[in-house]
T-cell receptor, first 115, second 115 residues
């Protein structure tokens, strides 16, 4: 069975500082990896995904994540954060060929960007 | 605009009452899902449906029921058997065509409080 661990429940940073949100997964089979973002009192939105190919994936708002198979990690990074990046971020994993309900979410990391 | 509509946004219930949360999508997606979100717990799958008139239990189905009579609709009933129903409930959908690689589209959520 897969599992996802987000190592930090809260990450406070100052505006324009770099940030890394850590995600590790465990699985005995190949996986797909996702980062979703949730703004206060809203649903989740896809931020980026790794399905295959290049291990570095980018989002349109400056976030990037790198799939590291040997370390079973998919950390999310941004070189310079904005106040508007304040949100909760969820890492998720699903199995190749898995059923529709086989998406496992981490417990989330709350990013708080301070001026 | 295509999307998922959840209603009501806020709902208060007395103990012992059943309540039904509505979820409607106009994305022509085959698969639909219900998740429960509690602070610091991430998202946990309640039920999912890959096709009309069929659905499967997720990790925490006890005390909940669903129906899928139409492709667009996937209502969730929180029954009196659910011991701790106060939570944020999220409905999602996906095309369902690529097992494991599906990207979920989420609604804005329904917050249920038991008085």
């Amino acid at each position: 069975a897969q599992s996802v661990t987000q190592l930090d429940s809260q990450v406070p940073v100052f505006e324009e500082a770099p940030v890394e949100l850590r995600c590790n997964y465990s699985s005995s089979v190949s996986v797909y990896l996702f980062w979703y973002v949730q703004y206060p009192n809203q649903g989740l939105q896809l931020l980026l995904k790794y399905l295959s190919g290049s291990t570095l994936v980018e989002s349109i708002n400056g976030f990037e994540a790198e799939f590291n198979k040997s370390q079973t990690s998919f950390h999310l990074r941004k070189p310079s954060v904005h106040i508007s990046d304040t949100a909760e971020y969820f890492c998720a994993v699903s199995r190749y060929g898995g059923s529709q309900g086989n998406l496992i979410f981490g417990k989330g990391t709350k990013l708080s960007v301070k001026p | 605009d295509g999307g998922i509509t959840q209603s009501p946004k806020y709902l208060f219930r007395k103990e012992g009452q059943n309540v039904t949360l509505s979820c409607e999508q106009n994305l022509n997606h085959d698969a639909m899902y219900w998740y429960r979100q509690d602070p610091g717990q991430g998202l946990r799958l309640i039920y999912y449906s890959q096709i009309v008139n069929d659905f499967q239990k997720g990790d925490i189905a006890e005390g909940y029921s669903v129906s899928r009579e139409k492709k667009e609709s996937f209502p969730l009933t929180v029954t009196s058997a659910q011991k701790n129903p106060t939570a944020f409930y999220l409905c999602a959908s996906s095309t369902g065509r690529s097992s494991g690689a599906n990207v979920l589209t989420f609604g804005a959520g329904s917050r249920l409080t038991v008085l």
